[in-house]
């Protein structure tokens, strides 16, 4: 099974910016689309953003469109999230997965089957 690994995550200001980055094991990471999922203290887990396994096609929630970005390197095996311009509601622990199925356009939680173990973003207003 792939191994996702999660770093970057931190404390920042209300204002500030993070990158974060997800790296993947295998020789297969370029066929398979990637998603950011984040889950705060006693809430249900939340789609933030999707790469397509391209890089050609991404798709936010509504709760950080315009203010994150996904993107990926496939020859690094590795999916990014910048996330800009930071509030204090974005303060949860955020996880990087993959679709269970390949060449697979999606972002519904319910489509990704492997997750990383998480990394914690603190937003302090």
């Known amino acids: 099974q792939v191994q996702l690994v999660e770093s970057g995550g931190g404390s920042v200001q209300t204002g500030g910016s993070l990158r974060l980055s997800c790296a993947a094991s295998?020789?297969?990471?370029?066929?398979?689309?990637m998603g950011w999922f984040r889950q705060a203290p006693g809430k249900e887990r939340e789609f933030v953003a999707v790469?397509?396994?391209?890089?050609?096609?991404?798709f936010y929630g509504d709760s950080v469109k315009g203010r994150f970005i996904c993107s990926r390197d496939n020859a690094k095996n590795t999916v990014y999230l910048q996330m800009n311009s930071l509030k204090a509601e974005d303060t949860a622990v955020y996880y990087c997965?993959?679709?269970?199925?390949?060449?697979?356009?999606?972002?519904?939680?319910?489509?990704?089957?492997?997750w990383g173990q998480g990394t914690q973003v603190i937003v302090s207003s």
């Open positions: 997965a993959r679709v269970l199925s390949s060449f697979t356009w999606t972002y519904r939680v319910s489509d990704f089957g492997s």
């Open positions: 295998g020789r297969t990471f370029s066929i398979y689309t």
């Open positions: 790469v397509s396994w391209n890089g050609d096609s991404t």
